[in-house]
């Protein structure tokens, strides 16, 4: 899987070159990363885990982490624990071949910016909130039968011009109105 970056829908035309280079590998990854956080009935992580990333879901909150490049697993912490990301939504891509940069950019415009707003109570133009998003790699899209675009909400360091900074959070961001 793929992680791309946070603001760069206001960036029209240079999008992609703001796109961070963390991947998942391959349905192998199952294997090969972490397992699969314990959850509550509701789905809730409830105990920190290291996951395979296929396994992420909606409602995960991961903590801070420098990790850049391919990557088949994550860590989970209960959203009531400091972290920095959230999986507020995820949809799925048509079949076919795996779309380019800028379908998937305009798909994740068309999805993740009104789930945005759903879950924060926020226009994510109106936020000071922010968020990137995970998407599908050829290999996982050709391996794994991967089609799932997952949207990740954070609060950026507002002392860092480049948004790139975020800041831990306890607790989940939904309805955060800001």
């Avoid at 982490?65 to 088949?72: A, F, L």
């Avoid at 290999?139 to 002392?159: F, G, H, L, M, S």
Wanted: hydrophobic share 40%.
């Amino acid at each position: 899987m793929k992680m791309r970056t946070k603001r760069s829908l206001a960036l029209a035309g240079s999008a992609m070159a703001l796109s961070l280079a963390l991947t998942g590998c391959s349905a192998l990854s199952g294997i090969l990363g972490g397992g699969d956080a314990q959850r509550d009935d509701d789905g809730n992580v409830t105990e920190g885990a290291n996951i395979d990333v296929f396994s992420l879901k909606v409602g995960d909150c991961m903590p801070a982490t420098d990790t850049t490049g391919e990557i088949t697993d994550l860590d989970v912490v209960p959203c009531s624990e400091p972290h920095t990301d959230e999986v507020f939504y995820e949809f799925e891509l048509e079949d076919g071949d795996l779309p380019s940069d800028d379908e998937i950019m305009a798909a994740v415009e068309a999805e993740c910016v009104p789930a945005f707003a759903d879950f924060v109570g926020v226009e994510w133009a109106d936020s000071t909130l922010d968020f990137w998003w995970i998407t599908p790699t050829e290999e996982t899209w050709t391996q794994a039968n991967d089609r799932i675009v997952q949207c990740v909400i954070y609060k950026p360091d507002p002392e860092d011009s480049t948004g790139q900074t975020q800041l831990e959070v306890t607790g989940s961001l939904k309805d955060a109105a800001v």
